[in-house]
């Protein structure tokens, strides 16, 4: 579950036309193209030790194609989209054959508000982003925990976005691309709101490690 990064979006990319191609197949979460060698996923590394595996994406693929298999993140999904993502995993699992919903152990790796982060953010009260974070995060995780048994829950916090800043030789078709996917922080708004952004990403970061330990 998440955005374009579990998504896999341009993970073999070479230029930025291909920075758009969903490459699910080499997602680090839910990617099991090849073998751990070649490309290291955790499918690929549970892969050695149960090579019954299912549910891992292959190849290049959208979200609805049947090679995406269990992976339903999208580009540009944001925390409210938690539920209906929780919602249709569980609907592709019970529908997949090889799927024996209530007693096969699960892992779900959930990684998202990078977007709440790069767009959303500039255009709201950005004082309520950590705790909207926390609500809609504890939606999303009682609604697996009443409605998928035996699953194991991989709660990644999202990656600081700013970070992206530092990046001062980047070619300038990526810092065209920097201000298309990431506005809040390369347009005119991130200009005088660095200091209050980080502070903010780093509270909702928090709410991640808070919500693991209750």
């Known amino acids: 579950m998440g955005d374009s990064i579990t998504a896999g979006n341009g993970a073999a990319s070479l ?10 197949g080499l997602s680090f979460a839910i990617g099991g193209e090849s073998t751990w060698r070649k490309y290291l996923t955790l499918p690929n590394i549970l892969k050695e030790f149960n090579p019954k595996l299912v549910g891992y994406s292959l190849g290049d693929s959208l979200g609805f194609m049947n090679d995406s298999k269990f992976n339903v993140a ?13 919602k249709l ?23 998202m508000g990078h977007n709440d ?4 953010m500039c255009y709201r009260d950005w004082t309520i982003l950590p705790e909207k974070t926390r609500t809609e995060l504890e939606i999303a995780l009682s609604y697996l925990q009443e409605n998928m048994p035996r699953a194991l829950i991989n709660l990644v916090p999202p ?3 700013t ?41 909702s970061q928090q709410i991640y490690f808070e919500i693991q330990a209750s």
Do not use: H
């Not at 230029?15 to 699910?24: G, I, K, L, T």
């Not at 982060?117 to 959303?120: G, I, T, V």
């Not at 992206?164 to 030789?169: A, E, F, G, H, L």
């Not at 990526?174 to 990403?201: D, H, L, T």
């Open 15 to 24: 230029n930025m036309m291909q920075a758009y191609v969903e490459n699910r």
């Open 74 to 86: 999208e580009p540009i999904a944001m925390n409210r989209d938690l539920v209906f993502q929780s």
């Open 89 to 111: 995993l569980i609907r592709r699992m019970k529908a997949d054959q090889n799927v024996d919903f209530y007693k096969d152990w699960k892992i779900v790796t959930v990684l």
């Open 117 to 120: 982060f790069c767009s959303d």
């Open 159 to 161: 990656l600081d976005v």
């Open 163 to 203: 970070n992206i800043k530092s990046i001062t030789n980047a070619a300038p078709e990526c810092q065209m691309f920097f201000r298309v996917a990431c506005s809040c922080f390369f347009g005119p708004r991130g200009e005088y709101g660095q200091e209050v952004f980080k502070k903010i990403i780093k509270m």
